[in-house]
T-cell receptor
Framework: DAGVIQSPRHEVTEMGQEVTLRCKPI?????LFWYRQTMMRGLELLIY????????DSGMPEDRFSAKMPNASFSTLKIQPSEPRDSAVYFC??????????FGDGTRLSIL | DQQVKQNSPSLSVQEGRISILNCDYT??????FLWYKKYPAEGPTFLIS?????DKNEDGRFTVFLNKSAKHLSLHIVPSQPGDSAVYFC?????????????FGKGTKLSVIP
């Protein structure tokens, strides 16, 4: 079975540029999560979708961050404009019902 | 304010011996706990979980113990193998209708020495 697929795996860009991270959840999973991992704060939930609807975006740090889930098999996390402090590893996870979350391998983002 | 704490950033254990990873929590509403394992350049992988109605859950070489009165849980790996070398995250949640939020500790890096 294919797991959660994230792209790109690595992204290096200059500050001020728009960054788009992509996620394909596991087929049949009805919940999707975006996390950010930093040394200082560990793994933090940014936003949670259930049945493609954003339920909780209280973890999104600023208006520069936005996330969409146009259908059950695709989600994006966008940062515009990007800043050096956005550098982190971003994980997408999905799950079915109350089962444990399955994580993708992450996108390592570096903003110069 | 960290609600889930893993106070040991790292742990080294000899192959074949027991590895014990610890986790403390402060939120008494947490009633379901999970351990995730993470290799470099990969995402966290679910390992084992425990509900607050139990005090022990076992799956092969992995056992999780929960002490609710102390707000403490631990993961035991016996016997430890070199392939167990990874970062282990403790996570906690409040179950119930609409629950989804996992609160993670910062992880403990386990090194199993051959």
């Amino acid at each position: 079975d294919a797991g959660v697929i994230q792209s790109p795996r690595h992204e290096v860009t200059e500050m001020g540029q728009e960054v788009t991270l992509r996620c394909k959840p596991i087929s049949g999973h009805n919940s999707l999560f975006w996390y950010r991992q930093t040394m200082m704060r560990g793994l933090e939930l940014l936003i949670y979708f259930n049945n493609n609807v954003p339920i909780d975006d209280s973890g999104m740090p600023e208006d520069r961050f936005s996330a969409k889930m146009p259908n059950a098999s695709f989600s994006t996390l966008k940062i515009q404009p990007s800043e050096p402090r956005d550098s982190a590893v971003y994980f997408c996870a999905s799950r079915q019902g109350a089962q444990p979350q399955h994580f993708g391998d992450g996108t390592r983002l570096s903003i110069l | 304010d960290q609600q889930v704490k893993q106070n040991s950033p790292s742990l080294s254990v000899q192959e074949g011996r027991i590895s014990i990873l610890n986790c403390d929590y402060t939120n008494s509403m947490f009633d379901y706990f999970l351990w995730y394992k993470k290799y470099p350049a990969e995402g966290p992988t679910f390992l084992i979980s425990i509900s607050s109605i139990k005090d022990k859950n076992e799956d092969g070489r992995f056992t999780v113990f929960l002490n609710k009165s102390a707000k403490h849980l631990s993961l035991h790996i016996v016997p430890s193998q070199p392939g167990d070398s990874a970062v282990y995250f403790c996570a906690a949640t409040v179950t119930g209708a609409g629950s989804y939020q996992l609160t993670f500790g910062k992880g403990t890096k386990l090194s199993v020495i051959p």
